[in-house]
């Protein structure tokens, strides 16, 4: 009986084990994140089965040309190219395409480029950004700074 019972147990424990670390998953990208460069802070937040990204803050908010806030002049777009930089939605269509991973598109406001991008947890306070035009790609890795 005693063989049985120690089986028995076994098998819970192992069954517990299993749906615990099933539950906990790969990290969520979800909170707020340091550019690698340190010059933006971005919240990343679920949206639309997926995740989007906006800037939260900047190092330098004021332009030093104008003394006024940063703002998108670098965008194509005359019509967006005066919209502040705070506030600037970063990501478009990331859904995700593995545990831990989402793809889609990122805008970069020091060009006005939208480039093919990935967005994947490396841990509890990383996240690589990667972005590539065409065969070139590029990334760098943001630190959690925040929920």
């Not at 002049?73 to 269509?93: D, E, W, Y």
Request: with cysteine; net charge positive; charged share 15%.
């Amino acid at each position: 009986m005693a063989c049985k019972l120690g089986f028995v147990i076994a098998i819970i424990a192992t069954a517990l084990a299993v749906s615990s670390a099933h539950a906990q998953g790969a990290p969520e990208p979800a909170g707020v994140w340091q550019t690698q460069a340190g010059d933006a802070r971005v919240k990343v937040t679920k949206c639309g089965g997926g995740i989007c990204g906006v800037v939260v803050s900047l190092r330098d908010p004021i332009d030093p040309m104008t003394g006024k806030p940063q703002v998108d002049n670098k965008n194509p777009n005359p019509s967006l190219a005066n919209r502040p930089i705070i506030g600037l939605p970063l990501f478009t269509g990331m859904h995700p395409v593995a545990a831990g991973k989402w793809s889609g598109q990122i805008y970069n406001a020091d060009d006005g480029g939208t480039y093919a991008s990935s967005i994947t947890v490396t841990g509890e306070t990383t996240l690589r950004v990667e972005g590539c035009v065409g065969a070139l790609c590029g990334g760098e890795t943001w630190s959690r700074v925040g929920r």
